[in-house]
């Protein structure tokens, strides 16, 4: 999964070349050591970042912590992890929390992810409409077996769940599983069924679940009538995302809540910045910017 950051790091280490001179105890932008928490339907795009990261700066350190999502908020709020990788921005009183201790946080929007609906190659139905995910989402009649998510208390079902707008999962047709590798499993094993999982565990998967995942496409998804992506189905590429059509959509953000600079507020500038967002174009995942590109024309020379 690493092999194609290759030409990123070759592309980035001359710039941080000079820029990677602290000793290993000191703690700066670039050097030390720092732990990270994020959702872990976004563990592969955080891999793919930390590797690039720590290749460039050797002195540095990223301890990488996947849970759900109400685990992230519990660790990040409670001061035990300061930076944390979410699916939405801090509500009001929950930033409070840093600001009564005075804490600016700092707050980068790095990537736009499209929640994929996959199901088997088999399965001769590849398509499918926001109005009827909603109706099993609500335990309603639906020509959808099952839909199937990763965790119960991850960002992805807090998504469906809003989507819908229900509190509780229905007792029948929606099952929540353990992890996105137990949805990618469960429906290669299911025929009929839809998992619901990041876009980046079916674009970059892991080398021991490319052959599960090679059993497995990524259903077209239309959206309610009126709104943007009602016209047609589509799919979480990243020419539907930046048209805004993909209806399931949601955005990436990285959070600095150190307090001073530091490690975490380096690498969250990194992932923003040049690199970082070259790192989630090559991911598939929409980059908050797009990265510039240089073309360089030479000459014609005429023998």
């Not at 035990?80 to 929390?97: D, G, Q």
Request: with cysteine; net charge neutral.
């Amino acid at each position: 999964m690493k092999q194609y950051l290759s030409a990123v790091l070759l592309g980035a280490a001359l710039l941080s070349s000079c820029q990677n001179q602290s000793s290993p105890a000191e703690t700066t932008y670039v050097s030390g050591e720092i732990s990270v928490v994020a959702d872990e339907t976004f563990a592969p795009i955080l891999e793919d970042q930390a590797y690039v990261f720590e290749s460039l700066y050797d002195r540095s350190k990223i301890n990488r912590v996947y849970k759900t999502e109400n685990e992230v908020l519990n660790l990040f709020l409670n001061d035990s992890i300061r930076v944390a990788v979410l699916s939405r921005e801090l509500k009001p009183e929950e930033s409070k929390h840093y600001e009564n201790k005075n804490i600016r946080l700092r707050v980068n929007r790095f990537a736009i992810d499209g929640l994929a609906l996959v199901t088997q190659q088999s399965n001769r139905d590849s398509l499918v409409t926001v109005a009827e995910l909603i109706a099993v989402m609500k335990g309603e009649s639906s020509r959808i077996k099952s839909l199937v998510f990763d965790n119960p208390n991850s960002s992805t079902v807090r998504y469906m769940k809003e989507l819908a707008g229900i509190k509780l999962l229905p007792s029948k047709g929606v099952y929540a599983l353990k992890s996105n590798k137990d949805v990618i499993r469960y429906v290669s094993e299911n025929p009929g069924s839809i998992g619901v999982i990041g876009v980046n565990w079916i674009r970059q998967p892991e080398e021991d679940m490319e052959e599960i995942v090679g059993k497995l496409k990524i259903m077209g998804v239309k959206n309610l009538p009126g709104k943007p992506g009602s016209d047609g189905y589509y799919r979480p590429n990243q020419n539907d995302l930046a048209m805004e059509v993909y209806p399931l959509t949601r955005n990436l953000y990285i959070i600095d809540g150190e307090g001073r600079p530091g490690l975490g507020t380096g690498f969250a500038s990194f992932v923003a910045g040049e690199t970082g967002q070259r790192i989630v174009l090559k991911s598939g995942l929409l980059p908050d910017s797009i990265p510039s590109r240089q073309v360089i024309i030479k000459p014609k020379i005429n023998n």
